[in-house]
Nanobody, 123 residues
């Protein structure tokens, strides 16, 4: 079993930056592919970014060039650096994990989920 705990959300102004963290329990973090999703009020949960255990990263078009995903296997933690934030980035951000390295941008492809952290960007 893997438990995920997100942190780092908050209220910022447009153009500001935030870094989200997701700490994972267990000893298998290095073999997990990690991802970030987000869900705005009244919207579906959308893919943001992923970092496979083999080292591949990919992003939703809406965040390319502004967000960067990274991971520290020694700390069992994945990060999401968010720069040039926009009001439309406002959402609850969720960390997710799965085994295997196949490209996955749908929520149902991930097995483990955190509780989410709120990010609010004011204009």
């Amino acid at each position: 079993q893997v438990q995920l705990v997100e942190s780092g959300g908050g209220l910022v102004q447009a153009g500001d930056s935030l870094r989200l963290s997701c700490a994972a329990s267990g000893r298998t973090f290095s073999s997990l592919s990690m991802a970030w999703f987000r869900q705005a009020p009244g919207e579906d949960r959308d893919f943001v970014s992923a970092f496979t255990w083999t080292g591949t990263t990919y992003y939703a078009d809406s965040v390319k060039g502004r967000f960067a995903i990274s991971r520290d296997n020694a700390k069992n933690t994945v990060y999401l650096q968010m720069d040039s934030l926009r009001p439309e980035d406002t959402a609850v951000y969720y960390c997710a994990a799965k085994r295997g390295s196949a490209r996955a941008m749908q929520g149902h492809e991930y097995t483990y989920w955190g509780q989410g952290t709120q990010v609010t960007v004011s204009s």
